[in-house]
């Protein structure tokens, strides 16, 4: 069974701040692995999608890595803004069946001015 | 562009009452819906998901129903709602294994 756990659960800091997200996952058959961001009360925004067979995927200020073989990913945010601040979820999305996604417990990020 | 919306945005329902919620996808064709409940503490939890109309797979045993009349309708259903019903209803559609996932804005629903 897939298990996907995000460290830390919360995370508080300056605004200008790089700072990293952690996600990691047991089962390393996936298709790919996608970064999202929660607002309170809102849906989910896709930040990033990144492929079993890649290493990394930019977007802005944003680079989400990925070491399928260890079951690890991560999101490194540089330059953050108290814009930032918000609950970041990472999902993989299993092999075979319903390919569904498999999600973690988030990160809640504030960004301090 | 595609777009995904769900309604209404909340919801607060007497206990045995029914429920309906809804979700359409604009902008694509045959694609894959899903929807998924947030409680609170428990993280996202899949309860349905559809690769075409009238197909129906559910993850969970529980009071909720799916149903998928059209291509990109999907309808989320209780006879009689209970308590533990309550939380954060979202739907979501994608086109395959290798593409992203998209979200809709969500239903609160509160069960009193």
């Known amino acids: ?113 | 562009s595609q777009t995904i919306h769900q309604w209404p945005a909340t919801l607060v329902q007497p206990v045995g009452s029914p429920l309906s919620l809804e979700c359409t996808v604009e902008g694509t064709s045959n694609p894959n819906l899903y929807w998924y409940r947030q409680a609170a503490g428990r993280g996202l939890q899949l309860l349905f998901y559809s690769v075409g109309i009238g197909q129906i797979s559910s993850e969970v045993p529980q009071n909720l129903s799916a149903s998928r009349p059209q291509d990109r309708q999907f309808i989320l259903s209780s006879k009689k709602l209970l308590l533990s019903d309550s939380g954060f209803y979202l739907c979501a559609w994608g086109k395959g294994a290798n593409t992203e996932a998209f979200f809709g804005q969500g239903t609160r629903l509160t069960v009193v």
Do not use: H, M
């Not at chain 1, 996936?30 to 607002?39: A, E, S, T």
């Not at chain 1, 849906?43 to 930019?58: A, F, K, N, P």
């Not at chain 1, 260890?70 to 970041?88: E, F, H, K, V």
């Open chain 1, 1 to 113: 069974k897939q298990e996907v756990t995000q460290i830390p659960a919360a995370l508080s800091v300056p605004e200008g701040e790089n700072l990293v997200l952690n996600c990691s996952f047991t089962d390393s058959a996936i298709y790919n692995l996608q970064w999202f961001r929660q607002d309170p009360g809102k849906g989910l925004t896709s930040l990033l999608l990144i492929q079993s067979s890649q290493r990394e995927q930019t977007s802005g200020r944003l680079n989400a890595s990925l070491d399928k073989s260890s079951g690890r990913s991560t999101l490194y945010i540089a330059a953050s803004q108290p814009g930032d601040s918000a609950t970041y979820l990472c999902a993989v999305r299993r092999a075979g069946g319903a390919q569904k996604l498999v999600f973690g417990q988030g990160t809640r990020l504030t960004i301090n001015p």
